[in-house]
């Protein structure tokens, strides 16, 4: 399994995937010290379990241990892809409740999307599910945008503690995003950024936003 995953990290650098750090660290500090040795006709999900379960004693959330798996996927996928392998393993994933709360009641989201004009649905999606400061959204760029890994990868100058970060990419927010990337590659392929309006960057909103609130009251 280390061969596979040391495999996935070169494609990763040869295809400049913003996850590759991400992949590093992991590979680094839990994924080979805990399955690495094992060979990979010998892998199978009780190795998976074994891995949930000593995650779970060095207290990593369920959606933590969900990206990392989604590695292991991806290095057997690719095992595939390049025919050294016949097929790939079934790796569970484990269920996530991520939806945050405490700001908006649900009610309260799906009405406010839906009043709130094209360009800003994208950026309040993705917002309402990770929570993340504006200004670091506003920030992003497409090539920080990982949707096989479904991960978002903040550099450490976009946020306000200078500390890099990888933010999931989950429910109506890969709809949003899939969307988003299509529309700019037909209509704006020179925008580079996330959140645009007609290939522009997001700037101020605060306008269309409090329209939108006004018809929600």
Known sequence: VRDLLNALLSDYGL???????????????????????IRVLDFANRHVDAYVRQRRQQEASDATINRELEHVRAAFKLAVDNEELAKAPKVRMLDEDNV???????????????ALPAYLVPLFVVGYHIGSRLGEL???????????????????GQTKGKVARLLPIYGEMREVLVS???ERNEMHPACQWVFSREGEKIVDFRKSWATACSMTE
């Open 15 to 37: 295809r400049g995937r913003a996850s590759k750090k991400q992949l590093e660290s992991r590979m680094k500090l839990h994924l080979l010290p805990l399955i690495g040795s």
């Open 180 to 182: 988003g990337f299509k």
């Open 138 to 156: 506003l920030k992003l760029r497409w090539d920080q945008v990982d949707f096989q890994a479904s991960q978002i990868w903040l550099e450490r």
């Open 100 to 114: 945050r709360t405490g700001f908006l009641e649900h009610s309260q989201y799906v009405a406010l999307r839906q």
